[in-house]
């Protein structure tokens, strides 16, 4: 009886064993200094599921592979993002995100319809990561054309835009009930491994910050007849040296603690800090690093520092000390960097002006998306590249008109940049007025319009810190050398003020027609309804009796 008891446990641990064996953790954090006064910090946890475990996984999170399957998507990219990545001057980061909540996915060819699956995973996806994507609707919805592509395996027979959905809501604010369930859906939450490192209240001090999800199908071989499942986590912020009050930084003043280990469950836990710099403006790391490995990317030569923490690592502050000199880097212009702001005045027209700068000495192909929302309404006729109506700098035109309260403005365009120039792209729009019950609660604070898609293939790595389309880990950049260099970027968001009614007019209106009813109504109400009756004090004094009163009283 024993022996057969034993063997059941036996033939339980094993086949639980065999089934993790299917699933891949690994967790990484990547740090830059950027010139002058910032530092960027990058966590990344990615989970693999190998092969057709996809059901039996015991590491990815149940919730998102149930939302995978059931609403049969492809690919999902979400993000929800604090703050605005300063391109010019900070560079490239690993992952581009627009302010606010941004979702964007892939369905399956066999969806019969693509809007009622995307308003079904908008709305699973709000409950799930306790946020406002459940406004997400036809009228804000679009289908990218040429902006965006795939990142994972996807059919090459079908018309892939026509199952693509991208939507932004640029009014998002994003909080800790925001990163408390992302926390959940790691395998080892916030309890062990490199997102314990992740407090609330202080990842929300930073000048930028960004979580993300992201879920793709990856080619187990070079044919892709077998697929892999591969959910990565994301977690960006830039810190404000002035703010933590010193140029040194460590992971207690940062993150308010150390690093107690490696999650136990993970196959790799490394630890990546960008030391370039540290021939320009000396630092010391602290404790010193494990390896250190140079890369040679696109012309740009990368010296990183790398920590192997292992399950047993005892607590470790990995930290920078500045030398003496008060000496700070000046930022290096990327190759492409970008501005964009809204002209006009008064409440009838106005203009959406993208400036995009090319600082290379060759030309560079990139792909301009404007969404713009149906209350703002933009103008094709008034499109100006350089001043220009017709200008040859624009090689393909894409334009889908709006409909009022139904769907978006959709406009985008491939656009040669000339070498060492900048171009401007202008187009107008006019303003509408809205239903009284459509005005936010803050009408007057004004409306966000959300952030353009800039899709390019840079011909250097230069400031580029994205990892290759078929890489997973940080290691992936290393000598990754290729001919061009995919990127997608946002730009900074605008904001508009539309013609608003006086809502405290109404507010007045109100308080002053119940002061005066009740001041009026009160009085003749109780003089209509009640009777007055005089009410005796005791019996009634003779003439006499009040004469001998009244002497007495003088007397007195």
């Known amino acids: 009886m024993k022996k057969t008891f034993f063997f059941c446990i036996y033939l339980f641990l094993s ?7 299917g699933d891949v953790f690994k967790e990484e954090i990547f740090i830059k200094p950027l010139p002058p006064m910032h530092l960027y910090v990058n966590f990344q946890f990615i989970t693999q599921i190998i092969g057709d475990a996809f059901e039996h996984s015991h590491l990815a999170p149940r919730s998102l592979r149930e939302i995978m399957s059931h609403y049969q998507v492809e690919e999902l990219h979400l993000t929800l993002t604090e703050g605005q990545w300063r391109h010019k001057q900070w560079g490239y980061p690993v992952l581009d995100a627009a302010p606010g909540a941004e979702l964007y996915a892939w369905f399956s060819p066999n969806v019969s319809n693509v809007d009622e699956q995307w308003k079904k995973l908008s709305s699973t996806l709000s409950g799930l990561f306790c946020a406002s994507l459940n406004f997400i609707d036809n009228h804000n919805t679009i289908s990218p054309q040429m902006a965006l592509w795939p990142l994972g395996a996807m059919y090459t027979n079908v018309n892939s835009t026509s199952y693509l959905r991208y939507a932004s809501l640029p009014r998002e604010i994003v909080c800790t009930e925001n990163l408390t369930p992302w926390k959940k859906l790691l395998p080892c939450e916030s309890s062990h491994g490199f997102a314990a490192l992740l407090n609330s209240r202080l990842i929300h001090n930073t000048n930028y910050h960004s979580i993300g999800v992201h879920v793709r199908k990856t080619c187990q071989n070079e044919d892709c007849t077998d697929h892999n499942l591969e959910i990565k986590q994301t977690v960006s912020l830039v810190y404000d040296f002035k703010i933590i009050n010193s140029v040194n930084w460590s992971f207690k003043l940062l993150f308010g603690q150390g690093l107690f280990g490696a999650c136990p469950m993970s196959t790799s ?9 540290n021939s320009t403006v000396p630092f010391k790391l602290t404790p010193l690093p494990h390896n250190i490995a140079r890369s040679s990317r696109g012309g740009s030569e990368t010296i990183f520092a790398i920590y192997d923490i292992n399950h047993d690592t005892p607590m470790i502050n990995i930290g920078a000390k500045y030398g003496i000199d008060n000496k700070f880097l000046l930022p290096v212009s990327p190759p492409l960097h970008f501005n964009r702001y809204v002209l006009g005045y008064g409440k009838e027209f ?22 713009a929302p149906w209350w703002l ?34 406009l985008e365009l491939l656009i040669r940049l000339p070498p060492k120039s900048t171009t401007t792209v202008t187009i107008d729009f006019e303003f509408v007025f809205l239903k009284w019950q459509e005005y936010p609660p803050d009408a007057n604070h004004g409306f966000y319009i959300g952030s353009a898609i800039i899709s390019a293939n840079l011909p250097t ?14 290691d992936s950049v290393f000598n ?55 009410k005796p004090t005791g019996s009634p004094l003779s003439l006499r009796q009040k004469v001998i009163n009244f002497f007495k009283k003088k007397k007195d």
């Open 15 to 21: 086949i639980n064993i065999l089934c993790v064996t």
């Open 461 to 474: 790595a230069k400031n580029y810190t994205s990892l290759p389309i078929d890489g997973v880990t940080f």
């Open 480 to 534: 990754a050398s290729k001919p061009w260099y995919s990127a997608v970027f946002r730009t900074n968001g605008a904001m508009v003020s539309l013609p608003t009614p006086d809502f405290s007019m109404p507010y007045n209106v109100i308080c002053l027609a119940c002061t005066v009813v009740a001041l009026a109504f009160g009085p003749l109400h109780n003089i209509c309804t009640k009777e007055l009756v005089l």
């Open 269 to 277: 836990s490394k630890i990546y800090v960008d030391i370039t710099s």
């Open 350 to 371: 106005g203009g959406i002006v993208t400036e995009i700068t090319n600082t290379y000495w060759a030309p560079i192909d990139i792909v301009l998306l404007e969404n």
């Open 377 to 410: 309404p933009i103008q094709l006729s008034t499109l100006r590249v350089n001043g220009e109506a017709e200008s040859n700098l624009v090689m393909k035109q894409y334009y889908s008109p709006g409909r009022s309260r139904q769907r978006p403005y959709h």
